[in-house]
């Protein structure tokens, strides 16, 4: 399987999943922790990709959602964002009426 | 790996002839920026489009020489 077909059945098998630099208990950078915390404090369930662990993957989910950066979110197969909008959407409390849309359990 | 506060300037207006654009380089170090842009052709772009118009006028540089731009856009 290659990085894309890796991603893609990552993607599809998990509801909500982030790819990210390190872990949510030890991110390695700030973007990716401010993310983590979002998701923690909305007590969200969510799986997660260390990209530092794999460099194809680190290279291959730039270009599967044409996005240059990490982290980014993906709930139910579809991208939401990086750090900038999933912090702005949460602020917007958009991205709480994403979840309940697309119903991801999450404290309200 | 680092990139000057002008050159962003100068490929965003390349990009978006008609935006607003305030930056600002957070850190100090040529490589945390933070950019606010205002243009008309944002206008019906999701969140997510709007962001990927602003990564390709960077031309490949973000992720790159240009580690870190916390980015707002806004239609104007």
């Known amino acids: ?108 | 790996m680092a990139i000057k506060q002008e050159e962003i300037e100068k490929l965003l207006k390349e990009g978006f002839p008609d935006a607003d654009i305030e930056i600002q380089d957070l850190a100090g170090d040529d490589n945390h920026f933070s950019a606010k842009i205002k243009s008309s052709f944002f206008k019906g772009k999701s969140r997510v489009q709007q962001h990927q118009m602003v990564y390709s006028s960077l031309k490949g540089k973000m992720g790159n020489e240009l580690h870190a731009l916390a980015l707002t856009t806004e239609e104007k």
Request: with cysteine; proline share 4%.
């Open chain 1, 1 to 108: 399987m290659n990085a894309q077909e890796k991603i893609k059945e990552v993607i599809s098998n998990h509801d909500v999943v982030l790819f990210m630099k390190g872990t949510p208990d030890m991110p390695q950078c700030g973007f990716s922790m401010a993310v983590t915390n979002v998701l923690k404090h909305l007590e969200v369930k969510f799986d997660s990709v260390d990209v530092l662990s794999d460099e194809e993957i680190r290279n291959g989910i730039k270009e599967f959602s044409d996005w240059p950066t990490i982290p980014q979110l993906y709930v139910k197969g579809e991208f939401v964002g990086g750090c900038d909008i999933i912090k702005e959407m949460f602020e917007k409390s958009e991205l709480q009426k994403l979840f309940e849309d697309k119903e991801i359990s999450f404290k309200k």
